[in-house]
């Protein structure tokens, strides 16, 4: 029996709000649905797109590295470091006011490192350095220049297999963060280290061709 197509369409409607009803029961996404013709009818998911992945880890502000001397490092030995990486900061600021903060996710875990740098809106990660927590000779959150800051040490291997020691630094909320820092470090050199002895990477006497000799974390309270 033929049918206008209004009374179609008006019974398609029903058909769907009785699916449409049972599907809620269900934990799927409820599907958006779009009338285009009574005969043409889509259902389309409205499952949004998984963004990327949020980065767990400490908000801080990127301040650079500076290449220094010496395999052994004492307390104090990031102070010059520090002081210059802040005044080279303060002094882009000074003469371009159009100069941002250079903003990043520091992401501490057993083995590695990884400084995810962010865009301007701090959304999203648009490059990412990784450090081996074997190479990293000394960190610190004890600082006279500025007590928000945060530096480590790292063995940097050059393509030829040689290298050189970088002082890398981070600028911190407040002082409290950075000391954080400075404990979550230490908890990742502690577990590195535990898991290399126990796979027979490191001797009993400490020596490692990857591990420093001494990892220097001073007490930071």
């Not at 799927?28 to 889509?42: K, M, N, Q, R, W």
């Not at 000074?94 to 996710?105: E, K, N, P, Q």
């Not at 006279?144 to 890398?168: E, G, K």
Request: glycine residues 4%; hydrophobic residues 35%.
């Amino acid at each position: 029996m033929w049918q206008p197509a209004s009374e179609r369409l008006q019974h398609l409607q029903t058909m769907l709000k009785t699916k449409l009803n049972v599907l809620t029961l269900r934990k799927d996404p409820l599907p958006t649905v779009i009338f285009h013709e009574p005969e043409a009818i889509e259902l389309c998911s409205t499952t949004p797109h998984n963004k990327n992945r949020a980065h767990t880890g400490y908000k801080v502000t990127y301040l650079g590295k500076v290449t220094i001397s010496g395999t052994h490092f004492l307390s104090g030995c990031t102070e010059s470091a520090v002081m210059g990486l802040c005044d080279t900061k303060r002094t882009s600021v000074t003469h371009d006011d159009s100069i941002t903060s250079s903003s990043a996710i520091l992401e501490i875990r057993p083995f590695q490192v990884r400084l995810h740098h962010q865009d301007g809106r701090g959304e999203a990660t648009v490059a990412m350095d990784t450090f081996q927590v074997a190479r990293i000779a000394y960190c610190t959150a004890d600082h006279d220049t500025s007590p928000n800051v945060f530096a480590w040490i790292y063995r940097q291997i050059n393509d030829d297999l040689t290298f050189q020691m970088d002082c890398h630094a981070v600028e911190c909320e407040n002082k409290l963060e950075a000391k954080k820092l400075a404990h979550s470090m230490m908890e990742a050199f502690k577990k590195t280290f535990h898991s290399m002895r126990s796979d027979g990477r490191i001797h009993k006497s400490g020596s490692s061709d990857e591990f420093p000799e001494e990892l220097s974390t001073p007490d930071d309270g």
